[in-house]
Nanobody, 126 residues
Framework: QVHLVESGGGLVQSGGSLRLSCAASGRTFANYAMGWFRQAPGKEREFVATINWNGDRVVYGDSVKGRFTISRDNAKITEYLQMNSLKPEDTAVYYC???????????????????WGQGTQVTVSS
């Protein structure tokens, strides 16, 4: 069974930075793409970023392009989300996720993913 655990969330001022981590276990991490989503109160879960199995292909949501960077370390079985130039509208619970299976294209929708972490809260104050 896949188990994903996020860490690194917290409270930060507008313009600041945070780095989220997601530790994975349960099946061969390096075989699968990974992703990050977020969900603000009263809103749907939003795609943030995804990365392929070896890290040479990434896709970002429009709202985070140029500010967030997704990466992974297969030796450490961990993915990361470096978040810079944070804005109050980035406030949300952030989830890491793993797809049920790999496809030809990177998974960018909620339905592409079958495994989720418990989430970590990110709060950006103005």
């Amino acid at each position: 069974q896949v188990h994903l655990v996020e860490s690194g969330g917290g409270l930060v001022q507008s313009g600041g930075s945070l780095r989220l981590s997601c530790a994975a276990s349960g099946r061969t991490f390096a075989n699968y793409a990974m992703g990050w989503f977020r969900q603000a109160p009263g809103k749907e879960r939003e795609f943030v970023a995804t990365i392929n199995w070896n890290g040479d292909r990434v896709v970002y949501g429009d709202s985070v392009k140029g500010r967030f960077t997704i990466s992974r370390d297969n030796a450490k079985i961990t993915e990361y989300l470096q978040m810079n130039s944070l804005k109050p509208e980035d406030t949300a619970v952030y989830y890491c996720a793993q797809p049920r299976a790999n496809g030809r294209s990177l998974p960018v929708t909620y339905g592409d993913y079958g495994y989720w972490g418990q989430g970590t809260q990110v709060t950006v104050s103005s």
